[in-house]
């Protein structure tokens, strides 16, 4: 891919106002100099696996330099912006590529190429946040040239946005936290008095809940009341009511924290749960509190907090897990969820002494689809294929796309192979049937290798290894065919 960025070179003298305003929102984010995060660390890793390159970054344009948040294949945490690459993608406001930097004038100089690491490649894409500044880039680099397609570019995008949706999640923890610190001041501040509660409750932010341990009374703030869409509505003010709207899967968290503060295990009461709003959806909040007074007993009198919408931050949360453990295309497990649940596997199977089997699939005839109908073709075959084996197996066998034409199967509850092997013929009869995408009459097949744990291996790398071989073997006898690994 040779893309035709603008002749336009780097300025360091950036216009004023606009980095002002830049440096502005990164001081915003408080990520400078901070300590290693693994959410940044895992996505770097992630880029590096990807597209097989030796460094990857996530890195933060400060006034004077570039700091590497997070970074595989670097042995520094910084470097002048004077020489960085990073400083051409920020000026751009775009992405940039350079495939091959001694043959790019505005490169071929540069020390980073002429000494360590001698960069040869480089893909930079700038980190936006919502006012369109631009906070730093996510990058690979390579010390050797490299063609990266545009399907490349898109791909990077996607690490790229996760990247800044990371910091945006970050940012609104800390302010979360800031948030809860104030808190924290006013409750020490506070004495019991009805009057200064009053204050408190009136001017918070977040809902406010008042409760009185011994008689079970409740008081919510009207925050607290339309939060859950409850505004206009009398609530029972009661302990009772605040039980009746926490989801059934996080009750038994909710009353464990809360009898943890109430029984001096806990200086503070801190939950995260989900509510039950008026229009019966469910909403995600943090409640915080503490006990402000106490009997004579020594037992809590009577419990102060808030609580606070997190909802945006859990569906965040949600949606970067999801990218990270499953496959955008076809909606299964990916090569790094896969890894997890076959570890899991062995752990369990080493206790009960029971057998599972992995089936490594590659798809004949793939690439010529690709080259003879185009990659929305091939990516809707990809989708149909994963739809056909999932109808070939159980529900608690775990189907996963290991990347390309590749996938494999973690079969359980089997006592012999020959159920594995009837499973492996359902595939391959599934496989022969046509599919059929805008009129066209597509045919392919699929080669299967299977090995068995623990006789084929115990460990993980060697049971994927068996059976890639025996994939290979099918292979070899002519396609459309199941091999066991011998």
């Known amino acids: 891919m040779n893309a035709d960025y603008s002749d336009k070179k780097p300025s360091h003298h950036v216009h004023s106002d606009h980095e002002a305003k830049r440096m502005l929102a990164v001081e915003r984010y408080e990520i400078l100099d901070t300590a290693h995060e693994s959410d940044f660390d895992d996505l770097v890793k992630l880029a590096a696996m990807i597209f097989q390159v030796p460094i990857a970054t996530v890195t933060i344009m400060d006034s004077h330099r570039q700091w590497f948040k997070a970074a595989v294949g670097m042995t520094v945490k910084e470097t002048s912006r004077e020489i960085s690459f990073c400083q051409h993608a920020l000026d751009l406001n775009t992405s940039l590529v350079v495939e091959n930097t001694s043959k790019d004038d505005r490169f071929s100089s540069n020390p980073l190429v002429l000494g360590e690491p001698y960069l040869g490649f480089y893909v930079g894409i700038p980190l936006h946040n919502s006012e369109n500044l631009t906070i730093g880039t996510f990058c690979i680099m390579d010390s050797k040239p490299r063609v990266f397609t545009s399907i490349n570019l898109e791909t990077l995008q996607v690490l790229a946005n996760q990247a800044m949706k990371l910091l945006e999640l970050r940012a609104e923890r800390n302010k979360l936290s800031k948030l809860n610190n104030e808190l924290d001041f006013i409750n020490n501040a506070l ?145 790094r969820m896969f890894f997890d649940q076959l570890k899991h596997e062995i752990k369990i199977m080493s206790r009960t002494k029971a057998m599972f089997a992995l089936m490594y699939i590659d798809l004949d005839g793939f690439k010529a689809v690709n080259d003879d109908f185009g990659h929305h073709i091939g990516d809707a075959l990809l989708v149909e294929v994963s739809n056909r084996v999932n109808h070939c197996i159980r529900e608690s066998d775990v189907f996963a796309r290991l990347g390309g034409d590749e996938f494999i199967i973690i079969v359980t509850g089997f006592e012999t192979t020959s159920y594995v092997e009837k499973i492996a013929d359902k595939i391959l009869q599934s496989m022969n049937q046509a599919f059929i995408f805008d009129d066209n009459d597509i045919s392919i097949s699929a080669s299967i290798g299977i090995s068995i744990y623990p006789q084929d291996g115990e460990d993980d790398e060697v049971l994927i290894k068996n059976a890639d071989s025996a994939m290979y073997a099918a292979k070899s006898k002519g396609k459309n065919c199941w091999s066991l690994f011998k």
């Open 191 to 335: 004495i019991e008095s009805e009057q200064r509660w009053k204050f408190a409750l009136e001017g918070a932010g977040d809902g406010v809940w008042d409760l009185n341990i011994n008689t079970k009374k409740m008081f919510f703030s009207k925050k607290w009341k339309e939060m859950l869409g409850y505004g206009g509505q009398k609530l029972t003010n009661n302990y009772a009511t605040w039980l009746s709207l926490i989801h059934k899967d996080d009750l038994s968290k909710f009353l464990q924290a809360l009898n943890n503060s109430l029984h001096k295990k806990s200086d503070t009461y801190t939950v995260e749960y989900r509510l039950l709003c008026k229009d019966q959806s469910w909403k995600w909040v943090l409640t915080r509190g503490m006990v402000v007074a106490w009997n004579d007993d020594g037992t809590a009198q009577r419990m102060v907090g808030t609580h606070s919408d997190i909802s945006s931050i859990k569906k965040s949360e949600e949606i970067i897990w999801k990218q990270a453990n499953f496959d955008a295309l076809t909606g299964l497990p990916n090569r």
